[in-house]
């Protein structure tokens, strides 16, 4: 079945603050106990969206104005930390569709390309406007476009960055790399049997 | 003839293609998988109808579930027995080799590769675990991957790929008594910072990597993605061949002369090219204590915790926020920080020589009131080893409970966890917020002597004051 092509995304935005948001804080660890994804959106950021007893905190994320969000934006090295799909799982299954940040971890970035959901880089001017005008007005509709790597917030243009190949496997529908790997049976197998190990 | 550096002659010997969108058709030789990120491949693999390709390639191992005072089956937390079932299927189903907790070969996968002989000089090894860098140390190249990837590879052996740049850092000179692999390696992400090595394969070099154990540089490598470098590396030497001779799966005597010839043509040419270079000196590592909520937030044991008021805004807004999660005050020493839990174990520093050193400098010493120190064997082997030379008495006798094998309070996904805001002086490597299973609780991350000096001392301490030498 092909893939869809995504050139670009549109959806509400919500902003979580921060640095170094890293794949626990994403998805902690405790909810990885299962063998498949199926209902990992509903972990995704729990322990800093509930307090030690089980209530709901003043995250953006439990802000009903945000609740129809399919866009974050958050700030510098999102992602880091572990390898676990499970968090941009998490996200995927939330909602999400695309994540604006000021950069991505790199394994973190690769999961999500995987999943269909774009990874973009925008600049900390950048970054502190949208915040500011996602703040004001939660129904502002965002527009990701890949095609001319800008994004689109009402009258307003954002320049972002993404990696090259990232963004045509996103836009030629080859962000899942399977069926291409599968393709080349016979040079895997001259490479298996060229190596010094087996 | 082209110098090249190792990441390059070892990528090129595996690249099978260039795939559409420009990156590499990568072939992977040793494919490691656990039982945390690899049902949910093994189930999409299902759902397209394909085969594992190359199970030979693929072994497996159950780390981070397991119970550590416990191994009879079910286990008491129903869903960890259902993953544990689910890997053995899976296993028995495909082919792969599974190292279960009944072969006497269980650990933490980190730990067993290299243990088995499965880490050699020259190999792409991947993982669905971030810490894979750890193989590094052996002259691989090895990362961690997500779990579409582990399904690419069991479907495959090959994942689509760029290739990385290479940063060597060289840390020459010697190393003082006390200091460790660990405190070099939290050295280096201190400076480099946590993303610092985003899009690079880190090269270690110099007289420290030279001097190093091989279990030392696994210490080091083991640590590469908390700085951002999903690959980290040594070039093998001597002691790496040595170190792998005899080993289950190394290369048999007959086949052993050519494999080594193989691996000497490995090491990067000298003179070749690198994206960057950076050099440290080892006299200025001292034994390193993270205060912070990444491990880039990291001091010398001698040092005050950091004033945000006497920083610049962006690092001053991270250290009031690490500061208020760590309930530790700015501009005071971090030595006599009260501590809760000690642990000592994880696959940075769970091996042998971690859990030997730690016994060699703990007698006659006794875990401070309070403390609940732990000390959790990388692997059945190692138990097994350290308990043939008598360690586990060792520790019991200075209050530590000796446990099984397995990942533990590393990341608490078995019951090891720690309760409340309770602070622990643990050798693993990540000090994110909620990592050892309390979404309060606090981590400080140091060297295998470092944590028992705390625990002995019940505060955080300079290991050469309690153990002096
Ligand atoms: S010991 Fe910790 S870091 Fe290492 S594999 Fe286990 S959970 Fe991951």
Redesign the pocket.
Request: aromatic share 0%; proline share 0%.
């Given at each position: 079945m092909p893939l869809e092509k995504i050139t670009t995304v549109t959806g509400q935005g919500v902003y979580v603050p921060g640095d170094d948001i890293d794949t626990d804080r994403i998805i902690p660890?405790r909810f990885m106990k299962c063998v498949t994804f199926d209902g990992l959106g509903e972990y995704l950021f729990y322990d800093v969206r509930h307090d030690g007893n089980d209530k709901l905190t003043e995250h953006a994320l439990n802000n009903p104005n945000f609740s129809s969000a399919s866009i974050m934006l958050s700030g510098m090295n999102f992602g880091c930390g572990?390898s676990r799909e499970h968090a941009p799982q998490s996200l995927y299954r939330a909602g999400f569709r695309a994540i604006i940040a000021g950069n991505f971890a790199e394994i973190f970035f690769g999961n999500s390309i995987n999943l269909g959901m774009p990874c973009v880089s925008l600049d900390e001017a950048g970054r502190i406007k949208l915040a500011s005008m996602i703040e004001s007005d939660p129904t502002l509709e965002l527009k990701i476009d890949l095609v001319d790597r800008e994004i689109v917030a009402g009258d307003t243009h954002f320049n972002f960055d993404i990696r090259d190949g990232a963004r045509e496997s996103l836009m030629n529908g080859k962000w899942d790399p399977i069926d291409e790997l599968l393709n080349n049976v016979t040079s895997i197998e001259k490479v298996a049997k060229s190596l010094s190990y087996n | 003839m082209e110098k090249l550096n190792l990441f390059q002659k070892v990528w090129k010997n595996h690249e099978v293609n260039k795939l559409e969108n420009g990156q590499t058709q990568l072939f992977v030789g040793r494919h490691l998988i656990?039982e945390v990120t690899s049902p949910q491949a093994f189930g999409m693999l299902k759902e397209k109808g394909l085969p594992v390709r190359y199970p030979e390639r693929t072994f497996a191992t159950v780390?981070?579930i397991v119970p550590t005072d416990e191994i009879n089956e079910p286990y008491s937390d129903p869903l960890a027995d259902a993953m544990i079932k689910e890997l053995r299927k899976n296993c028995e189903d495909t082919g792969v080799t599974f190292f279960d907790v009944s072969s006497g070969k269980q650990g933490?996968?980190?730990?067993v590769g290299p243990e088995q002989g499965l880490t050699q000089p020259g190999m792409t090894i991947a993982c669905g675990?971030?810490?894979t860098s750890?193989h590094g140390a052996f002259g691989a190249i090895a990362f961690g991957v997500g779990t579409s990837q582990v399904r690419d590879l069991l479907a495959t052996q090959t994942l689509a790929l760029s290739p990385l740049k290479v940063r060597r850092i060289e840390v020459n000179g010697n190393l003082a008594p006390g200091v460790y692999a660990k405190d070099v390696i939290l050295h280096i992400i201190r400076k480099l910072g946590v993303n610092g090595g985003t899009g690079f394969a880190y090269e270690y070099a110099g007289d420290v990597f030279d001097n190093f154990s091989m279990e030392e540089r696994m210490t080091a490598c083991?640590m590469s993605i908390e700085g951002g470098a999903r690959v980290g590396y040594v070039n093998p030497d001597q002691k790496t061949f040595e170190y792998l001779r005899g080993r289950p799966y190394s290369p048999s005597e007959s086949d052993w002369d050519t494999a080594v010839s193989t691996w000497e043509l490995l090491a990067s040419d000298p003179g070749c090219n690198y994206d960057d270079i950076v050099h440290f000196d080892a006299s200025e590592i001292s034994p390193t204590v993270t205060w912070g909520i990444n491990p880039a937030q990291a001091i010398s044991v001698e040092e005050n915790i950091p004033d945000p008021t006497q920083l610049s805004t962006t690092e001053a807004s991270s250290t009031r926020e690490a500061l208020e999660y760590m309930k530790l005050k700015a501009g005071t020493p971090i030595k006599g920080t009260a501590i809760d839990v000690a642990f000592i174990?994880?696959?940075?520093n769970?091996r042998f020589s971690d859990l030997e050193e730690v016994a060699n400098r703990i007698q006659g010493h006794k875990v401070k009131e309070n403390v609940k120190a732990i000390v959790v064997p990388?692997s059945q082997i190692v138990s097994k080893v350290a308990q043939e030379k008598g360690l586990d008495t060792i520790f019991k006798e200075a209050g530590f409970e000796w446990r099984n094998a397995?990942?533990?309070m590393?990341?608490a996904?078995n019951p090891d966890k720690l309760i409340g805001d309770q602070l622990c002086a643990s050798s693993?490597?990540?000090n994110f917020k909620g990592r050892q299973g309390s979404p309060t609780g606090r981590t400080m991350l140091m060297s295998p002597l470092m944590v028992a000096a705390a625990a002995i001392s019940g505060e955080i301490t300079d290991s050469r004051e309690v153990f002096p030498s």
């Open positions: 660890a572990s | 656990h780390d981070h933490i996968v980190h730990v675990d971030s810490h750890t083991n174990g994880s696959c940075t769970g990388g397995g990942c533990s590393c990341l996904m693993s490597n990540r």
